[in-house]
């Protein structure tokens, strides 16, 4: 059972290249989150989807679109990098709202130069 | 403004005793608590959680207690092993909330042979 999957788990850019983290979970679950975390700050969240065909801007959404392509995939999408996007993404999803367990992926690593 | 905090950035145990993790929460409408291990290069995983009506929470060496008046929550870990050494992250969530976790900045914790 794979889980959470996310692709790629490394990449460098140059500043103003565009980019697609690519997210997809076989667990059936209709909730899916992009969430960054960077060194003292924790997780944060770039954006989530409660069910398909549905996207709302989490806590640090600048720079970055997103899409739910069906219930299983949901991707990120860097249109023009930053260095400041420099970071490792981690992909999640969750079965129940009523808890808000979550499931993670592995994380990508994403450096901007 | 930072709704879950973890004070502590790192602790440092003896193996076999008990590993204490703090967090704090300023949102009085948080009701479910949960905590999230991370190994390096991995995505966080489930721990241990607690529902606000709650006060304690036990599975096996993992206790969360929760103290809602002083908006603080605590993680114990007896005996505390090497594979413990991990970062620890608080979070809470919104019960029914599809919107994600807000996670604290996480602890490093190092178990000492």
């Not at chain 1, 997103?66 to 420099?86: D, G, I, W």
């Not at chain 2, 870990?77 to 809470?92: L, M, N, T």
């Amino acid at each position: 059972n794979a889980g959470v999957t996310q692709t790629p788990k490394f990449q460098v850019l140059k500043t103003g290249q565009s980019m697609t983290l690519q997210c997809a979970q076989d667990m059936n679950h209709n909730s899916m989150y992009w969430y960054r975390q960077d060194p003292g700050m924790g997780l944060r969240l770039i954006y989530y989807s409660a069910s398909e065909g549905t996207t709302d801007k989490g806590e640090v959404p600048n720079g970055y679109n997103v899409s739910r392509l069906n219930k299983r995939e949901f991707s990120l999408r860097l249109e023009s990098a930053a260095p400041s996007q420099t970071s490792v993404y981690f992909c999640a999803s969750a079965g129940s709202v009523n808890t808000g367990e979550l499931f993670f992926g592995e994380g990508s690593r994403l450096t901007v130069l | 403004d930072q709704q879950v905090k973890q004070n502590s950035p790192s602790l440092s145990v003896q193996e076999g005793r008990i590993s204490i993790l703090n967090c704090d929460y300023t949102n009085s409408m948080f009701d479910y608590f949960l905590w999230y291990k991370k190994y390096p290069a991995e995505g966080p995983t489930f721990l241990i959680s607690i529902s606000s009506i709650k006060d304690k929470n036990e599975d096996g060496r993992f206790t969360v207690f929760l103290n809602k008046s002083a908006k603080h929550l605590s993680l114990h870990i007896v005996p505390s092993q090497p594979g413990d050494s991990a970062v620890y992250f608080c979070a809470a969530s919104l019960t029914g909330g599809a919107d994600g976790l807000t996670f604290g900045k996480g602890t490093h914790l190092i178990i000492q042979p």
